[in-house]
């Protein structure tokens, strides 16, 4: 008799352990799904760092001239735990500070549109659409509705 109360008492204890695992992993997923992975996992460290798929992504497109405009072109990353709009030029930049000179893994280019320009671009197609601007960062830099081109 006392050893089927004490075997019950277990059982319900490790259901109980259970519901609250089950409950805790359906807030970890919501979460994910709502705010992003990256604002669970990234914190911890267990997922890969934007800054380097960003360089190997950069890499490919400085093969060749043709990839100029994909070499240039602004990407949403999140670069030192600030999401931002980047291009590969910041990205070699951000990537010599990390590994090095001559390290990068791909060589630096000049592009057309720079951070201000692109901040500029970013606000002009928010009022455009009658959204409002959100400030942001673009290459590092706070992007606001007080930067002129």
Do not use: H
Not at 44 to 60: K, T, Y
């Amino acid at each position: 008799m006392i050893k089927s109360i004490k075997s019950k008492k277990a059982q319900q204890e490790w259901y109980l352990i259970g519901i609250i695992l089950a409950i805790l992993i359906l807030l970890v997923v919501g979460l994910g799904f709502w705010k992003g992975w990256d604002y669970i996992f990234g914190k911890m460290g267990l997922l890969p760092n934007d800054l380097n798929s960003a360089v190997a992504i950069c890499a490919q497109y400085d093969d060749s001239d043709v990839l100029l405009v994909s070499y240039c072109q602004y990407r949403q990353l999140t670069i030192d735990s600030k999401k931002q709009w980047v291009n590969c030029p910041f990205i070699f930049g951000q990537a010599t500070a990390v590994l090095g000179s001559g390290k990068e893994g791909f060589d630096l280019k000049t592009c057309s549109v720079d951070g201000t320009k692109y901040c500029q671009q970013l606000i002009d197609a928010a009022t455009a659409a009658g959204t409002g601007f959100k400030s942001t960062y673009v290459n590092g830099a706070s992007c606001n509705k007080t930067v002129t081109p």
